[in-house]
DNA sequence: CTATTGACGACAT
DNA sequence: CATGTCGCCAATA
């Protein structure tokens, strides 16, 4: 099964989908803030909504719903624990400092 | 339909 | 830099 296709497939609200579907756009080593990410969905504001759908987050490993954070640096929640969310981004590449991320201003995505 | 809830965000203190 | 407040949005009770 593809991530995509079990996504589509999936009886979750329209705007999950977008969201999970929009992350998949973003490239191991990269993050993108809530409010980002609600952008690339299409719906610009829904930073907190976002979270929440992160939350619930059917597609676990799929998803990679930890390369999302906060607008101020910080990596902020995760459902396995901040640690574990810090460790995998790192693992990844990021840069990350007392749960902040480091060059927070040069990786943001537009 | 209204009220509550949260992996947020901008700003003030 | 660390809190606290208030506003925001979609999901859910």
Redesign the pocket.
């Known amino acids: 099964m593809s991530n995509l296709s079990s996504i589509n497939k999936a009886d979750i609200?329209?705007?999950?989908k977008r969201v999970y579907l929009a992350l998949l756009k973003v490239p191991k080593g990269q993050v993108v803030?809530?409010?980002a990410l609600a952008k690339l969905a299409g719906?610009p504001?829904?930073?907190?909504?976002?979270?929440?759908?992160?939350?619930?987050?059917p597609f676990a490993p799929s998803v990679a719903?930890?390369r999302?954070v906060?607008?101020?640096g910080s990596v902020?929640?995760?459902?396995y624990g901040t640690k574990r969310?810090i460790a995998m981004l790192r693992k990844e590449g990021v840069r990350i400092e007392?749960e902040r991320i480091t060059d927070f201003k040069e990786i943001k995505i537009a």
């Not at 609200?13 to 999950?16: I, L, P, Q, R, T």
């Not at 902020?76 to 459902?79: H, K, M, N, Q, W």
């Open positions: 609200s329209d705007f999950e803030t809530y409010g719906f504001g829904a930073a907190r909504a976002v979270g929440s759908a992160m939350n619930k987050n719903c930890h999302v906060r607008s101020d902020g929640e995760f459902a969310k007392k």
